[in-house]
T-cell receptor
Framework: DTGVSQDPRHKITKRGQNVTFRCDPISEHNRLYWYRQTLGQGPEFLTYFQNEAQLEKSRLLSDRFSAERPKGSFSTLEIQRTEQGDSAMYLC?????????????FGSGTRLTVV | AQTVTQSQPEMSVQEAETVTLSCTYDTSENNYYLFWYKQPPSRQMILVIRQEAYKQQNATENRFSVNFQKAAKSFSLKISDSQLGDTAMYFCAFMKHRLATDSSYKLIFGSGTRLLVRP
């Protein structure tokens, strides 16, 4: 277990289709975060989990977006009825409770292109 | 609400020279964390350096150091002896302290500074 893994690395989809991304955090990390990064901008917070509980959701996370972490391990982020404005890099990160001052460990991201 | 501002969209430095990236932030919190992250082209974001607001001493990690001015809400990153591998986007980020009222564990990022190290 060498880091945070995200799958797929790239996804091209047609507008209106549903897409799902997966994130596998570092195994001992109990917090998992999703961020969205558009070109030329810094990442924006979407949501985070502590174990399997989703504790905070950004207003950016419209009702077309849903995230789960069913067993407190991997997480999925689903976007329904994709729109061109959803095109972005979706970043996952994880951390351990009590280690916030050390920041997160990020994955390489999933780049979504909606055509 | 907290905000983070990076006013330098792009910077360039000659290899082996020193460069300073600027970051200012706005918060009413007294205790918090500040970070600099590096995002190389097509690669994952990695932590460069962190600072805890209650610590007056500026953080240092090898060639990377910060100038933390709490009263001015300024948090600049100095890269000494720049190397070609330092070419990347650099993001400044803020996080509330875990014991803060209404603490949240989210990072608030600036818009980034693209650094190019020239050979």
């Amino acid at each position: 277990d060498t880091g945070v893994s995200q799958d797929p690395r790239h996804k091209i989809t047609k507008r209106g289709q549903n897409v799902t991304f997966r994130c596998d955090p570092i195994s001992e990390h109990n917090r998992l975060y999703w961020y969205r990064q558009t070109l030329g901008q810094g990442p924006e917070f979407l949501t985070y989990f502590q174990n399997e509980a989703q504790l905070e959701k950004s207003r950016l996370l419209s009702d077309r977006f849903s995230a789960e972490r069913p067993k407190g391990s991997f997480s999925t982020l689903e976007i329904q009825r994709t729109e061109q404005g959803d095109s972005a890099m979706y970043l996952c990160a994880s951390s351990l409770v009590g280690s916030l001052r050390y920041g997160y460990t990020f994955g390489s991201g999933t780049r979504l292109t909606v055509v | 609400a907290q905000t983070v501002t990076q006013s330098q969209p792009e910077m360039s430095v000659q290899e082996a020279e020193t460069v300073t990236l600027s970051c200012t932030y706005d918060t009413s919190e007294n205790n918090y964390y500040l970070f600099w992250y590096k995002q190389p082209p097509s690669r994952q974001m990695i932590l460069v350096i962190r600072q805890e607001a209650y610590k007056q001493q500026n953080a240092t990690e090898n060639r990377f150091s910060v100038n933390f001015q709490k009263a001015a809400k300024s948090f600049s990153l100095k890269i000494s002896d720049s190397q070609l591998g330092d070419t990347a986007m650099y993001f400044c980020a803020f996080m509330k302290h875990r014991l803060a009222t209404d603490s949240s564990y989210k990072l608030i990022f600036g818009s980034g500074t693209r650094l190019l190290v020239r050979p």
